[in-house]
């Protein structure tokens, strides 16, 4: 289809185009289009049926939703921003510019506007800002015929009907029960016979990432989320706990190589690390560089303090690029086994001592097995034994202590409540870096004193 | 719940610990289950109904799986794996030690180890080693009142009845249709009317990252799998693909570290990185480590060949760890930005050229940035105009290389179909400190060859 559509696009044959959109279904097309350029994009969105628009208008990424928003006159924008399920445009809205933003929401139809305010209202990044209100509830009293009745009436347009939830008359939630169980039930069971009691919810500052762990872990399609008085005010259904969690790997990921999140959204860094402008570019990745500069002019300032040793035993510097690069290796590979087994649960901050003493163990132990070797390398390349000892006893100090950062340092930043991995990894760069090159220039001057 | 548990596993007051599990839902059970240490979930299990026993087996992770299956008698162990479903089964097998797999799967009842021995002949991680048997077809010319009888009749013990699909007596897919759309429609039309014709499938040799990614995409709950002859042979869930998903952006950062793969199972690395023994971790960490010593030891033999020149110029020794670590720092953004790129969709191989060409134009305006400021520094610092300028002019070209490799290296790998992100960061950081190094000696020795 897309090589199809493509070519009737360079043709442009654009009756040829849409007889293939009106005969495919909906899935067919969000594919192809996802292949398309954006332009392509553009092109194709416009010769959709206004119903085929609304369903792939849904279903793309935000940045896409926003290329084609531009393209648009503002009734049709506001049109389809109107139609989008609560939670999909407030999501849109908070990655528009606010001037384009703002302008929406006031065009939005009264019911529509009211909702989008009620979830923007909430944090950034928490389950308030993700639920959507669009869920089917039922009370205790009702019939699963009642019940299978108002759920049919009411399918239309939420987001769920897999999931249904049971409040009082107060809105407080009083349990759930699946589209499954009421399916299955006795059709004059009462819905306070079949539905689950002791429900598993969120409120509505949950963090979005606890979220989606919880849907992951326990294996739900749907969660309610409650407000402070324990009143039912939307659902997070499991599509979007999937994006967030792969949003949320890919945020560490982004961290781990000293990339800023500067942008304060989280699908923003990709897209700006590829589409943005220089300039852009430029905020997301220069902060790093910067500070790993000016923390690395310290290690400039180690070597030129032990000048002497240095010009007395010229064979010295041969090694410093290994045992920082060592260091450095072990560091990384330290400080992601520590963050992942938190993000994981493997590890629990709790247990923090023993797996920290562990990890020195593990560093020593490789870092005696890398020092015997490169000690040992050292001796036979230079012929200098002693320079050989330096080497080897520097190496199992600097991966050790290297080692050791690699969990002290991203804990600590954890206990001080700081972006973990955003900041771990200049420090431990840099401290590695100071500690390996004094203690190998150390360790050369007491080896080798005789030669200064 | 938990703290109480713990308490009575304290002194020992295991009836009490019993009447508050018969009291308890499965999904408390299984949320305080997770926090327990392993001896502790070994006896909270034991204390378990037989029902909750399996329900909460099911939903834990292999390697607690495993755990418990341990503390079994035979008989124990093999009635509780009679009973999980197919895949999950499987799951579990591929993980045990082979000699323990072989024994479970011959004491399966004859129709369960049929289904395993099934799914066990398709390849590690495609769509038919994960999808499950389980499922509910229909026929296109059943009404949906049939087909309703059909799946109430059906359902219990399927792994979701929200997917229904259909096949002709060849068993070949013809269609779906979703649980809603069954309960929305007409009880006298048939099938065939209400179903959803052009289905998005895959084969069992998909791979299941693919799989995944596809559900995740079209925010579908279940996908189905067809055979060579396109008949339909399982369906992949949507709480499986969550789960792939989270693997594989855990097996990338694990990639991005250096840690090696050694496990041939992706659970296993997290697992086997926190609570493996010495020798284990020491698998997983030793072969990058030891790959970048040896790979190291070149950057030695680049200074040792300007040993001249260090001796002429000691202060150029000052600026070596900066250099060479800047290089590794925007490499490190470069690969990021590229693999992450590739595995979100935003860069297109057929592409490539273009990306590469931008990334190093911002390498190389990093570059000048970065060794503007630090050819300043140099200047100033050792009052040395022509070494600032060497310094510079190194940084310049060594960050430019840096990124340039960083899009190249990864590119490469992935067209030469290696494993991408494993490959990637010894080659690009021995050829940036190899190119860094000689850049930088070379610069020295032009700019100041007066002093030699």
Not at 125 to 136: D, P, V
Not at 259 to 281: F, P, Q
Request: net charge negative; hydrophobic share 50%; glycine share 6%.
């Amino acid at each position: 289809m897309i090589d199809l559509i493509q070519q009737h696009i360079q043709n442009k044959d654009m009756g040829s185009i849409k007889s293939i959109l009106s005969a495919a279904e909906e899935m067919e097309i969000l594919f192809a289009f996802n292949d398309l350029t954006a332009e392509e994009q553009v092109i194709v969105f416009r010769l959709l049926t206004k119903n085929q628009a609304l369903l792939i208008f849904e279903e793309l990424d935000t940045d896409l939703q926003h290329n084609l928003l531009r393209s648009f006159t503002d009734e049709r924008a506001i049109e389809l921003v109107n139609e989008l399920a609560p939670d999909d445009r407030v999501r849109l809205l908070d990655e528009l510019p606010a001037g384009v933003a703002k302008k929406l929401i006031a065009a939005l139809s009264p019911e529509e506007r009211a909702m989008t305010n009620v979830l923007m209202g909430y944090k950034a990044e928490t389950a308030g800002r993700i639920m959507t209100t669009e869920f089917i509830s039922l009370t205790k009293n009702m019939t699963v015929t009642q019940a299978s009745e108002k759920v049919r009436k009411q399918a239309e347009g939420k987001e769920t009907i897999y999931t249904l939830f049971v409040t009082d008359t107060a809105k407080k939630l009083e349990g759930v029960l699946t589209l499954k169980e009421l399916f299955l039930a006795d059709p004059n069971a009462t819905i306070e016979e079949v539905m689950t009691k002791h429900t598993i919810y969120v409120t509505t500052d949950t963090d979005q990432e606890e979220v989606a762990k919880t849907l992951q872990e326990l294996d739900l399609l749907a969660i309610p989320v409650v407000d402070m008085e324990a009143r039912l005010v939307g659902i997070v259904t499991i599509d979007d706990a999937i994006d967030i969690l792969v949003e949320e790997a890919t945020e560490d990921i982004y961290d781990q190589a000293g990339l800023a999140d500067v942008t304060d959204n989280e699908s923003g860094r990709s897209e700006v690390l590829i589409h943005g402008n220089l300039w852009k570019i430029w905020k997301v990745r220069l902060p790093y560089l910067l500070a790993t500069l000016a923390l690395g002019m310290l290690s400039g300032l180690v070597i030129d303090g032990f000048e002497e040793t240095l010009e007395a035993v010229i064979g010295v510097a041969v090694f410093i690029p290994v045992i920082m690069g060592m260091g450095g290796n072990i560091g990384t590979q330290s400080s992601t086994v520590f963050t992942r087994g938190v993000v994981l649960g493997h590890i629990q901050l709790k247990n923090f001592f023993r797996h920290f003493l562990k990890e020195i163990g593990i560093g020593l132990s490789i870092g005696v097995l890398v020092g015997v070797l490169a000690g040992t390398v050292a001796t036979v390349w230079l012929n200098m034994p002693m320079l050989g000892l330096a080497v080897g006893i520097a190496m199992v100090f600097t991966m050790t202590i290297a080692a050791l950062l690699g969990f002290l340092v991203p804990y600590i930043l954890i206990k001080l409540n700081a972006d973990q991995a955003a900041g771990s990894a200049p420090i431990i760069t840099t401290l590695k870096d100071l500690v390996a090159l004094i203690i190998y220039f150390v360790c050369v001057s007491l080896l080798l004193g005789h030669m200064l």
